[in-house]
């Protein structure tokens, strides 16, 4: 199970990790994704398609899973019925053009759904009613943004904006730490934490996987004791408290003060 069984009752083996598109217009130095390969030309496939070939590819994903002795064959075979769906992975899912749509047909299927945006696209946000809101953070102020996350365009004010709808659903800012990148001004993390009012809030220290090997270094990768400590200052500024971490995958999530 991973951390967000942990955090919010998410079974691991019955979710499944998507995205409706490859495209993304930030091109964030710790991204996993390849900006080197990237997909210029895309058919979009219709909200319908994707609904009716999730069981057919989450069999696939699994396959392999189920010779293997840590595996149960009661977890494999519950695992064949997922339950939850993360929109996130390797792209932007808001520049999918029908994603409420997707989102509504999910839901109206007994998915539990998770999405992550970028935040540079509010009004596509405002559309889109998932069981779990997630907006990325990563940065305290512009010009750390601008570094970090070399967006196609400047989106900062976007990406406030994205923030200003967390408060009326069940949401999470999540920040991704880079150690020596964007660990500084915790007050002002805090600051729009606190303008945002998400119901949670995930730090959550950079893993160095995937193309983020040729942009960052390891030195770069936070250990958790450093995650939990930025963690604490954030919460010196804001009535966010820490109620939960996981140390195995370097995250600590906050909660406002009841
Ligand atoms: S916003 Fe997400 S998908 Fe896009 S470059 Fe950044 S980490 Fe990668």
């Not at 019925?81 to 299927?109: N, Q």
């Not at 696209?121 to 998932?130: A, D, S």
């Not at 303008?195 to 936070?222: A, D, Q």
Request: include cysteine; aromatic fraction near 10%.
């Amino acid at each position: 199970m991973c951390y967000k069984h942990q955090f919010y009752g998410i079974e691991s083996h019955r979710c499944v990790q998507m995205t409706p598109t490859l495209r993304c217009n930030h091109r964030c130095l710790f991204c996993w994704r390849s900006f080197e390969h990237q997909v210029d030309e895309e058919v979009e496939c219709p909200p319908e398609m994707i609904l009716s070939a999730i069981p057919r590819l989450q069999k696939r994903a699994l396959s392999g899973y189920k010779i293997s002795p840590e595996v149960t064959e009661e977890r494999f075979t519950e695992a064949l019925t997922p339950a939850h769906v993360a929109i996130s992975l390797a792209g932007e899912p808001t520049l999918y053009s029908h994603l409420p749509e997707l989102v509504t047909l999910l839901k109206g299927r007994g998915y539990t759904t998770f999405l992550v945006s970028n935040g540079t696209r509010p009004w596509v946000l405002e559309q889109c009613h998932p069981y779990q809101l997630y907006v990325s953070l990563v940065a305290p102020n512009e010009a750390t943004y601008l570094r970090l996350c070399r967006p196609v365009e400047n989106y900062w004010s976007e990406i406030q904006e994205s923030l200003s709808l967390l408060g009326s659903r069940r949401s999470a800012i999540r920040i991704t730490l880079v150690e020596g990148w964007n660990d500084h001004l915790p007050d002002r993390y805090a600051a729009m934490i606190q303008n945002g009012s998400p119901s949670f809030v995930e730090v959550k220290g950079y893993m160095r996987v995937g193309y983020s090997r040729k942009r960052l270094r390891r030195e770069n990768m936070p250990e958790h004791h450093h995650v939990h400590a930025f963690a604490g200052q954030i919460t010196k500024f804001s009535d966010y408290r820490i109620v939960d971490e996981n140390p195995t995958s370097r995250v600590v999530l906050l909660r406002r003060d009841t």
